[in-house]
């Protein structure tokens, strides 16, 4: 079939279009110094550790000073062979970035006995692999593009040192001009081709190996998440705070004005009319009823003993407050975490409720002990037993509230297990990480 006659000009203006985006050539270019700068930086390094390495060995080292210098300079030697992997680390992504405009991820640096630690970490030698990678195959392909790009200037070249061969070479010049012709043009209407093949294998093998791997970038992504969820905690808290200031210092004191002045005139005004003397009388009882669920709304949100005073003063207003016998042992040395007090607080009066609840108990016990890093609250009741985490099992249905209590420890990275068989008796652990 033949060509419609615009199919030729449609082609040359696609291939104009895609040699105007010089992106990936001016990539492979940059990659070819590139490449040169880090054969010459880890050339060098190499080089002199091991020409240092011979001449301790085998050459004569005159002075001890002379000895201790090689020393140095040969223990040195990965440091420095460190800090060059890193720093062409940093040019390799700065070209991805500034010519592609490809971001590649980084890890941050391994700290703990260094360099020890970060020559023993893969991603650093990964990134070397790399840099070995791109010092053979970015160079050949930064090399491959500009003789790509430059065919036209090679091919008069090698006309023009032909044409000085002589006279009897005129005879398969036009051969060779033809040929050189077509290949010259072969090369540049490839060159774009080959320019974006060489940038695309030079960031499929930078993603893979400058970047994090699969596993590093989950664990990343793992400690983000971690870090996000502590301040959202954190926040929340704080937020909790001031509303029980803001209630406190605002709504429960005017409610305590209210409810002095309705108990100062049922107190005075004996001889008012009955139903003046009833509704002041309803309207004190009234308040009074608000004041004490406005105070039990405040010590929900965040007690501030627990502030003053710390986490075995505000768990021993609990169990004074409990409906049932609480026996109450706090062995906890020094302070943890606000959040993680709060935490183990809320976690030891819900499950108190529950347990007069549900637990059908005649005493509870809540022992709170601090191992290391680690607090642990146990609350235990000699109830009916059979309380599980399990939202369809048997105890669901009566209310436990346990995933709610699971759920607040797994907020701050603590654990809750339950240990209550049918019959009791039930054990309800906590435990939390003090410095979260």
Same mark, same amino acid.
């Given at each position: 079939?033949?060509?419609?006659?615009?199919?030729?000009?449609?082609?040359?203006?696609?291939?104009?279009?895609?040699?105007?985006?010089?992106?990936? @050539? !001016? &990539?492979? *270019?940059?990659?070819?110094?590139?490449?040169?700068?880090?054969? /010459?930086? *880890?050339?060098?390094?190499?080089?002199?550790?091991?020409?240092?390495?011979?001449?301790? !060995?085998?050459? %004569?080292?005159?002075?001890?000073?002379?000895?201790?210098?090689?020393?140095?300079?040969?223990?040195?030697?990965?440091?420095?062979? +460190?800090?060059?992997?890193?720093?062409?680390?940093?040019?390799?992504?700065?070209?991805?970035?500034? $010519?592609?405009?490809?971001? =590649?991820?980084?890890?941050?640096?391994?700290?703990?006995?260094?360099?020890?630690?970060?020559?023993?970490?893969?991603?650093?030698?990964?990134?070397?692999?790399? &840099?070995?990678?791109?010092? !053979?195959?970015?160079?050949?392909?930064?090399?491959?593009?500009?003789?790509?790009?430059?065919?036209?200037?090679?091919?008069?070249?090698? +006309?023009?040192?032909?044409?000085?061969?002589?006279?009897?070479?005129?005879?398969?010049?036009?051969?060779?001009?033809?040929?050189?012709?077509?290949?010259?043009?072969?090369?540049?209407?490839?060159?774009?081709? $080959?320019?974006?093949?060489?940038?695309?294998?030079?960031?499929?093998?930078?993603?893979? *190996?400058?970047?994090?791997?699969?596993? #590093?970038?989950?664990?990343?992504?793992?400690?983000? +998440?971690?870090?996000?969820?502590?301040?959202?905690?954190?926040?929340?808290?704080?937020?909790?705070?001031?509303?029980?200031?803001?209630?406190?210092?605002?709504?429960?004191?005017?409610?305590?004005?209210?409810?002095? &002045?309705?108990?100062?005139?049922?107190?005075?005004?004996?001889?008012? %009319?009955?139903?003046?003397?009833?509704?002041?009388?309803?309207?004190?009882?009234?308040? @009074?009823?608000?004041?004490?669920?406005?105070?039990?709304?405040?010590?929900? *949100? &965040?007690?501030?003993?627990?502030?003053?005073?710390?986490?075995?003063?505000?768990?021993?207003?609990?169990?004074?407050?409990? %409906?049932?016998?609480?026996?109450?042992?706090?062995?906890?040395?020094?302070?943890?975490?606000?959040?993680? #007090?709060?935490?183990?607080?809320?976690?030891?009066?819900?499950?108190?409720?529950?347990?007069?609840?549900?637990?059908?108990?005649?005493?509870? #016990?809540? @022992?709170?002990?601090?191992?290391?890093?680690?607090?642990?609250? !146990?609350?235990?009741?000699?109830?009916?037993?059979?309380?599980?985490?399990?939202?369809?099992?048997?105890?669901?249905?009566?209310?436990?509230?346990?995933?709610?209590?699971?759920?607040?420890?797994?907020?701050?990275?603590? /654990?809750?297990? $339950?240990?209550?068989?049918?019959?009791? %008796? /039930?054990? =309800? /652990? $906590?435990?939390?990480?003090?410095?979260?």
């Amino acid at each position: 079939m033949a060509a419609a006659p615009g199919d030729g000009y449609r082609d040359a203006m696609t291939w104009m279009k895609t040699a105007r985006d010089w992106r990936p @050539t !001016v &990539h492979a *270019l940059a990659g070819l110094a590139a490449g040169a700068l880090t054969g /010459t930086v *880890l050339g060098g390094l190499v080089l002199g550790w091991l020409a240092a390495i011979w001449s301790l !060995v085998d050459g %004569p080292t005159g002075a001890w000073e002379l000895a201790v210098f090689y020393v140095v300079v040969a223990l040195a030697g990965p440091v420095l062979l +460190l800090w060059g992997v890193q720093a062409l680390g940093a040019l390799q992504r700065a070209r991805f970035r500034a $010519v592609l405009g490809v971001e =590649i991820a980084t890890l941050p640096a391994a700290g703990g006995s260094w360099p020890l630690r970060a020559w023993r970490a893969p991603a650093t030698w990964r990134r070397l692999g790399y &840099h070995l990678l791109a010092m !053979v195959g970015g160079t050949a392909g930064g090399l491959l593009v500009a003789a790509c790009w430059s065919a036209p200037l090679l091919a008069v070249a090698y +006309l023009a040192g032909r044409r000085g061969d002589g006279p009897g070479a005129t005879a398969g010049l036009g051969l060779a001009v033809l040929l050189a012709a077509v290949l010259a043009g072969a090369m540049l209407l490839a060159a774009p081709r $080959v320019a974006r093949a060489v940038a695309e294998a030079d960031e499929a093998a930078a993603t893979a *190996l400058l970047g994090p791997s699969r596993g #590093e970038e989950l664990a990343l992504r793992v400690e983000s +998440l971690a870090r996000s969820r502590a301040e959202i905690v954190a926040a929340t808290d704080a937020e909790r705070r001031r509303i029980e200031r803001d209630l406190h210092d605002g709504a429960q004191r005017r409610l305590v004005a209210l409810a002095m &002045h309705l108990g100062m005139a049922r107190a005075s005004l004996t001889d008012a %009319p009955e139903p003046v003397r009833q509704v002041i009388e309803q309207a004190h009882d009234e308040a @009074t009823e608000a004041l004490a669920e406005l105070r039990q709304l405040v010590r929900g *949100l &965040h007690p501030a003993v627990l502030d003053d005073r710390g986490l075995d003063a505000a768990l021993s207003g609990i169990a004074a407050g409990a %409906p049932l016998p609480v026996r109450l042992r706090v062995d906890v040395p020094g302070r943890c975490a606000p959040g993680v #007090e709060a935490v183990a607080y809320f976690v030891v009066s819900e499950a108190l409720t529950n347990v007069a609840k549900h637990a059908g108990a005649t005493r509870a #016990e809540v @022992t709170v002990e601090r191992t290391g890093d680690r607090l642990r609250v !146990v609350v235990g009741d000699d109830g009916r037993g059979g309380a599980t985490l399990d939202p369809g099992g048997p105890a669901a249905d009566g209310g436990t509230g346990l995933r709610g209590l699971a759920q607040r420890a797994a907020a701050v990275d603590g /654990t809750l297990t $339950v240990d209550s068989p049918p019959g009791g %008796p /039930t054990a =309800i /652990t $906590v435990e939390l990480p003090c410095g979260s």
